[in-house]
C-alpha cells in the first residue's frame, strides 16, 4: 500500500474535466513542493506532465493543471480528449526515497 | 533529442542476477541523475535508486537496499541496474529515467523523471 493515496479510478466525457486527488502526509506532500505527475498509456513508459506541484515541462498542453493544498496535491485536466485514457501517477519527493501513488485509471467515455 | 535506450528482455531462473543497461544519448550523461523505477504486471510504479553519473554516488529504496546495484560507465553513457537473488515476484518492467541536473544549490534528485527509457521486461520463472 503506497503512502500516497490515488483513487483507483475517475471517468468523464470529451470536453468536460476531471481532477485526480493524491494524498499523503505532512512529511509526504505537505511540507515539500516536489510533486510530479507521470501519465502512462498501456504498453508505454510514463512521462511527465506536471513537476514541481504546478509546472508544466514544453510540449504539455495548458489543459492539465496540478495543484497542493495541504497534504493532498491535484491534478486537473481540462476539455478531456479520448487520447487522455490513460493510467496517471503522483510522485512526491521529500529529500529521502521517491514516493508514487498507487495510480489512477482515467476513462474517457 | 535526449533520449534513454534500454536492453532487450531477460528470462531468469529463481536465485539468479540480472543486469539491465540504460544508454543515453542528447545530453551531457554525467550532468543529470539517472533513477530506476519497476512496474510488476498490472500493478504501480516502484522506485528503487537513482546514480549520480558524474560521482557514481547512489540511493537506493530501503526495500532494495543490499540486493541492488546500480552503476554506472561514463565512457559509453550507460547507467546498469543489477538485481540479484531474484524471486518470482521479481517479474516486472524495469525502467531507467533521467532525474534533474545534478546542482550543488539545489540537491534534489527526485525532483522528476523525463524522459524515461522504453522498459526491459524482466520475467522470473523456473
Known amino acids: 500500500q503506497s503512502a500516497l493515496t490515488q483513487p483507483r479510478s475517475v471517468s468523464g466525457s470529451p470536453g468536460q474535466s476531471v481532477t485526480i486527488s493524491c494524498t499523503g502526509t505532512?512529511?509526504?506532500?505537505?511540507?515539500?513542493?516536489?510533486v510530479s505527475w507521470y501519465q502512462q498509456h498501456p504498453g508505454k513508459a510514463p512521462e511527465l506532465i506536471i513537476y514541481?506541484?504546478?509546472e508544466r515541462p514544453s510540449g504539455v498542453p495548458d489543459r492539465f493543471s496540478g495543484s497542493k493544498s495541504r497534504n493532498t496535491a491535484s491534478l486537473t485536466i481540462s476539455g478531456l480528449q479520448a487520447e487522455d485514457e490513460a493510467d496517471y501517477y503522483c510522485?512526491?519527493?521529500?529529500?529521502?526515497?521517491?514516493?508514487f501513488g498507487g495510480g489512477t485509471k482515467l476513462s474517457v467515455l | 533529442q535526449v533520449q534513454l535506450v534500454q536492453s532487450g528482455a531477460e528470462v531468469k531462473k529463481p536465485g539468479a542476477s540480472v543486469k539491465v543497461s540504460c544508454k543515453a544519448s542528447?545530453?551531457?550523461?554525467?550532468?543529470?541523475?539517472i533513477h530506476w523505477m519497476r512496474q510488476a504486471p498490472g500493478q504501480g510504479l516502484e522506485w528503487m535508486g537513482w546514480?549520480?553519473?558524474?560521482?557514481?554516488?547512489?540511493n537506493y529504496a530501503q526495500n532494495f537496499q543490499g540486493w541492488v546495484s546500480i552503476t554506472r560507465d561514463t565512457s559509453v553513457s550507460t547507467a546498469y541496474m543489477e538485481l540479484s537473488r531474484l524471486k518470482s515476484d521479481d517479474t516486472a518492467v524495469y525502467f531507467c529515467?533521467?532525474?534533474?541536473?545534478?546542482?550543488?544549490?539545489?540537491?534534489?534528485?527526485?525532483?522528476?523523471?523525463?524522459?524515461w527509457g522504453q522498459g526491459t521486461l524482466v520475467t522470473v520463472s523456473s
Open positions: 542528447g545530453y551531457t550523461f554525467t550532468d543529470y541523475y
Open positions: 505532512s512529511s509526504i506532500v505537505g511540507g515539500y513542493n516536489y
Open positions: 529515467a533521467r532525474g534533474p541536473r545534478i546542482s550543488l544549490i539545489v540537491v534534489a534528485p527526485g525532483r522528476w523523471f523525463d524522459p
Open positions: 514541481d506541484v504546478s
Open positions: 510522485c512526491s519527493y521529500t529529500g529521502g526515497p521517491v514516493v
Open positions: 546514480i549520480n553519473p558524474n560521482s557514481g554516488v547512489t
